[in-house]
Protein backbone atom coordinates (compact mmCIF):
# COMPACT_ATOMS: atom_id res chain seq x y z
CA UNK A 1 0.00 0.00 0.00
CA UNK A 2 2.85 2.21 0.55
CA UNK A 3 4.01 1.75 -2.77
CA UNK A 4 1.03 2.53 -4.09
CA UNK A 5 0.56 5.78 -1.43
CA UNK A 6 3.87 6.76 -3.46
CA UNK A 7 2.90 6.66 -6.82
CA UNK A 8 -0.21 8.37 -6.49
CA UNK A 9 2.15 11.42 -5.05
CA UNK A 10 3.94 11.10 -7.94
CA UNK A 11 0.85 11.38 -10.47
CA UNK A 12 -0.60 14.12 -8.32
CA UNK A 13 2.60 15.89 -8.66
CA UNK A 14 3.03 15.23 -12.75
CA UNK A 15 -0.78 16.20 -13.16
CA UNK A 16 -0.17 19.36 -10.90
CA UNK A 17 2.74 20.45 -13.90
CA UNK A 18 0.59 19.30 -16.15
CA UNK A 19 -2.25 21.74 -15.21
CA UNK A 20 0.00 24.39 -14.67
CA UNK A 21 1.20 24.09 -18.52
CA UNK A 22 -1.95 23.64 -19.64
CA UNK A 23 -3.03 27.14 -18.21
CA UNK A 24 0.22 28.96 -18.86
CA UNK A 25 -1.33 28.67 -22.92
CA UNK A 26 -4.63 31.01 -22.12
CA UNK A 27 -3.72 34.60 -22.07
CA UNK A 28 -5.96 35.08 -19.33
CA UNK A 29 -4.08 33.19 -16.80
CA UNK A 30 -1.58 36.19 -16.79
CA UNK A 31 -4.12 38.82 -15.66
CA UNK A 32 -5.82 36.89 -13.03
CA UNK A 33 -2.38 36.16 -11.49
CA UNK A 34 -2.68 39.72 -10.94
CA UNK A 35 -5.46 39.45 -8.72
CA UNK A 36 -4.50 39.52 -4.71
CA UNK A 37 -5.06 35.83 -3.35
CA UNK A 38 -4.68 34.39 -6.96
CA UNK A 39 -1.38 32.21 -7.91
CA UNK A 40 -0.85 29.56 -10.64
CA UNK A 41 -3.03 27.09 -9.05
CA UNK A 42 -5.80 28.19 -8.23
CA UNK A 43 -5.95 29.91 -11.34
CA UNK A 44 -5.13 27.24 -13.14
CA UNK A 45 -8.24 25.30 -11.83
CA UNK A 46 -10.60 28.33 -12.01
CA UNK A 47 -9.54 28.07 -15.70
CA UNK A 48 -10.42 24.20 -15.83
CA UNK A 49 -13.66 24.32 -14.11
CA UNK A 50 -15.04 27.65 -15.73
CA UNK A 51 -13.84 27.47 -18.89
CA UNK A 52 -15.68 30.16 -20.24
CA UNK A 53 -16.99 33.15 -18.78
CA UNK A 54 -19.51 34.30 -21.45
CA UNK A 55 -21.88 31.95 -20.19
CA UNK A 56 -22.76 34.12 -17.46
CA UNK A 57 -24.84 37.78 -18.18
CA UNK A 58 -23.92 39.05 -14.71
CA UNK A 59 -21.91 38.46 -11.71
CA UNK A 60 -25.23 37.34 -9.62
CA UNK A 61 -25.47 34.89 -11.96
CA UNK A 62 -21.16 33.66 -11.26
CA UNK A 63 -21.44 33.99 -7.69
CA UNK A 64 -24.92 31.77 -7.50
CA UNK A 65 -22.32 28.84 -9.38
CA UNK A 66 -20.19 29.47 -7.68
CA UNK A 67 -21.82 28.99 -4.36
CA UNK A 68 -21.36 32.78 -2.81
CA UNK A 69 -25.21 33.92 -4.31
CA UNK A 70 -27.67 34.33 -1.25
CA UNK A 71 -30.98 32.94 -1.21
CA UNK A 72 -33.89 35.00 -0.05
CA UNK A 73 -37.06 34.14 0.24
CA UNK A 74 -40.38 36.19 0.69
CA UNK A 75 -44.02 34.66 0.32
CA UNK A 76 -45.55 37.63 -0.42
CA UNK A 77 -44.59 40.31 -2.44
CA UNK A 78 -47.33 42.21 -3.08
CA UNK A 79 -50.66 43.22 -1.17
CA UNK A 80 -53.64 44.37 -1.52
CA UNK A 81 -54.12 48.07 0.28
CA UNK A 82 -57.21 49.78 0.23
CA UNK A 83 -58.30 48.32 -3.31
CA UNK A 84 -55.25 48.37 -5.03
CA UNK A 85 -52.09 46.32 -5.19
CA UNK A 86 -48.90 47.78 -3.81
CA UNK A 87 -45.69 46.05 -3.09
CA UNK A 88 -44.74 45.26 1.20
CA UNK A 89 -42.39 47.71 2.77
CA UNK A 90 -40.54 44.79 4.16
CA UNK A 91 -37.33 43.33 2.60
CA UNK A 92 -37.42 39.53 1.46
CA UNK A 93 -35.65 37.30 4.08
CA UNK A 94 -32.08 35.99 3.40
CA UNK A 95 -31.49 32.18 3.90
CA UNK A 96 -28.23 31.76 3.42
CA UNK A 97 -26.22 30.81 0.33
CA UNK A 98 -27.14 29.22 -2.62
CA UNK A 99 -27.05 25.36 -2.19
CA UNK A 100 -26.82 24.47 -5.71
CA UNK A 101 -22.83 25.21 -6.78
CA UNK A 102 -19.99 24.03 -7.72
CA UNK A 103 -17.77 23.34 -4.40
CA UNK A 104 -14.36 23.04 -5.88
CA UNK A 105 -14.89 26.62 -7.28
CA UNK A 106 -16.18 27.56 -3.84
CA UNK A 107 -12.99 26.51 -2.25
CA UNK A 108 -10.98 28.50 -4.43
CA UNK A 109 -12.77 31.85 -4.11
CA UNK A 110 -13.01 31.47 -0.39
CA UNK A 111 -9.17 30.23 0.40
CA UNK A 112 -8.38 33.19 -2.24
CA UNK A 113 -10.35 35.72 0.39
CA UNK A 114 -8.11 34.35 3.38
CA UNK A 115 -4.97 34.72 1.57
CA UNK A 116 -6.10 38.06 0.34
CA UNK A 117 -7.22 39.40 3.56
CA UNK A 118 -3.99 38.10 4.85
CA UNK A 119 -1.72 39.82 3.06
CA UNK A 120 -1.12 44.02 2.79
CA UNK A 121 -3.60 45.87 0.18
CA UNK A 122 -6.53 47.08 -0.90
CA UNK A 123 -8.53 43.72 0.51
CA UNK A 124 -6.71 43.72 4.17
CA UNK A 125 -7.93 46.81 4.10
CA UNK A 126 -11.45 46.53 3.08
CA UNK A 127 -11.42 43.94 5.72
CA UNK A 128 -9.78 45.31 8.55
CA UNK A 129 -11.46 48.70 8.38
CA UNK A 130 -15.30 46.98 8.52
CA UNK A 131 -13.72 44.39 11.66
CA UNK A 132 -12.97 47.68 13.30
CA UNK A 133 -16.62 48.38 12.81
CA UNK A 134 -17.35 44.88 14.38
CA UNK A 135 -18.52 43.17 11.37
CA UNK A 136 -19.22 39.37 11.55
CA UNK A 137 -15.35 38.18 10.47
CA UNK A 138 -17.20 35.23 8.39
CA UNK A 139 -19.86 37.85 6.39
CA UNK A 140 -16.71 39.55 6.02
CA UNK A 141 -15.00 37.08 4.18
CA UNK A 142 -17.66 36.20 1.98
CA UNK A 143 -18.12 39.33 0.84
CA UNK A 144 -14.37 39.82 0.08
CA UNK A 145 -14.53 36.11 -1.73
CA UNK A 146 -17.69 37.89 -3.66
CA UNK A 147 -15.41 41.13 -4.42
CA UNK A 148 -13.02 38.51 -6.06
CA UNK A 149 -15.52 36.50 -7.99
CA UNK A 150 -16.75 39.92 -9.69
CA UNK A 151 -13.83 41.32 -10.35
CA UNK A 152 -12.22 37.67 -12.20
CA UNK A 153 -15.51 37.78 -14.07
CA UNK A 154 -14.82 41.08 -14.89
CA UNK A 155 -11.54 40.56 -15.85
CA UNK A 156 -11.42 37.73 -17.94
CA UNK A 157 -14.70 38.68 -20.06
CA UNK A 158 -13.62 42.35 -20.53
CA UNK A 159 -9.83 41.98 -20.66
CA UNK A 160 -7.79 44.58 -18.97
CA UNK A 161 -5.17 44.41 -15.85
CA UNK A 162 -5.69 44.57 -12.56
CA UNK A 163 -5.59 47.77 -10.56
CA UNK A 164 -6.01 48.05 -6.96
CA UNK A 165 -7.63 52.02 -7.46
CA UNK A 166 -10.30 50.22 -9.58
CA UNK A 167 -11.78 47.99 -7.05
CA UNK A 168 -14.79 49.53 -5.39
CA UNK A 169 -14.94 49.93 -1.73
CA UNK A 170 -18.50 49.39 -1.35
CA UNK A 171 -20.41 46.18 -2.15
Keep these: MHEQLDHTRSLRRQARKELLKESRKQQVSTRLREIPGFGPLRVARLIAWIQTPHRFRT ?52 SAA ?35 AALVLNLWKRGGHYRALAVPAQA
Design 59 to 110: RRQFWSYVGLGLVTFDSGEYQLVQGRIGRRARPAKIRGLNRNHQPRLKEIFK
Design 114 to 148: LSAIRQPGLFKDYYDVRLAQERDPARLRLTVARKL
